[in-house]
């Protein structure tokens, strides 16, 4: 159903039959409802809820942060274009709703920034993983700083911008393309990451397994041995001594036709010997 919804919208920006508000406000739902799935798929599969700290914080990241900041970096690319191509004073109204997607912005990218480093503090990756992060990572960083640095100084700070909004679309479309080369580096980290703490929980619930089963044949065992170490006392199967001793207690003395001499130490035996004592 989504890719139906991008595909008409693909067909009518391409058509030119849908204005440039009425498109970017179907775009920036479409992306909205992609954001959202990503963000369910996260904890779909318990990303969000990993007990390792590193994951959790590279999982969020990724799957939430990071392409929320771009979007917004996006939303900025399109309304700072559409402002500068008035070659005017920016409207008051115009100009608060462009800063407070600014102040979105830099949050969400603050937001990233607070979560990279947290996964760097974690201390759980291998040198060569973490030299690959520590790039992408510093490569979004620079990015995100040059996409909020030309949104406000093309368009924000001057008083009547007079920046080529084709320019300033190009290089914001730059900044994003970088974003996502570097996004997707850390995606095949993180996906690598993830497939190796499969493994080690994969490696656990086997060992686990084992102990079970040990656990199980031990006890097993154990149930085999006492029921042999009662029968050795008893001398015989319970039935055959409640046999025994029913007879003797009738006054039966004489041995009964299936009976087998019992060990002299055992119950069974002290009754074959009180029985030819008697």
Do not use: C
Not at 167 to 178: C, K, L, S
Not at 188 to 214: D, H, P
């Amino acid at each position: 159903a989504r890719r139906g919804e991008w595909d008409e919208l693909l067909a009518a920006v391409q058509g030119k039959q849908i204005q440039g508000p009425e498109s970017s406000a179907r775009h920036t739902a479409l992306i909205g409802n992609l954001l959202r799935t990503l963000g369910r798929v996260s904890d779909q599969w318990g990303i969000s809820f990993d007990p390792s700290s590193q994951t959790y914080f590279m999982g969020l990241a990724v799957t939430r942060e990071t392409p929320a900041f771009i979007e917004l970096m996006g939303q900025t690319r399109a309304r700072g274009a559409n402002l500068l191509s008035t070659k005017a004073a920016l409207d008051p109204a115009a100009k608060a709703r462009f800063e407070g997607l600014q102040t979105q912005m830099r949050s969400a990218f603050d937001d990233a920034s607070t979560l990279y480093q947290k996964v760097a503090d974690a201390g759980e990756i291998n040198a060569p993983s973490k030299t690959t992060l520590d790039a992408a990572v510093t490569q979004l960083r620079d990015l995100g700083e040059r996409g909020i640095r030309l949104a406000q100084d093309k368009v924000v700070a001057p008083e009547v911008p007079d920046y080529p909004p084709a320019q300033y679309f190009r290089e914001a479309t730059e900044v994003i393309d970088g974003m996502y080369v570097a996004l997707v580096q850390v995606e095949t980290l993180a996906s690598q990451q993830l497939t190796q703490a499969a493994e080690r929980t994969r490696n656990k619930a086997w060992g686990v397994l084992l102990s079970v089963l040990i656990l199980v044949a031990a006890l097993a065992w154990m149930g085999w041995y006492m029921v042999r170490r009662v029968l050795g006392e008893l001398g015989a199967e319970p039935a055959q001594l409640r046999q025994i001793a029913q007879a003797v207690a009738e006054g039966n003395l004489v041995s009964l036709s299936d009976e087998r001499a019992a060990d002299p130490g055992s119950v069974t035996g002290a009754f074959q010997a009180m029985r030819s004592q008697l």
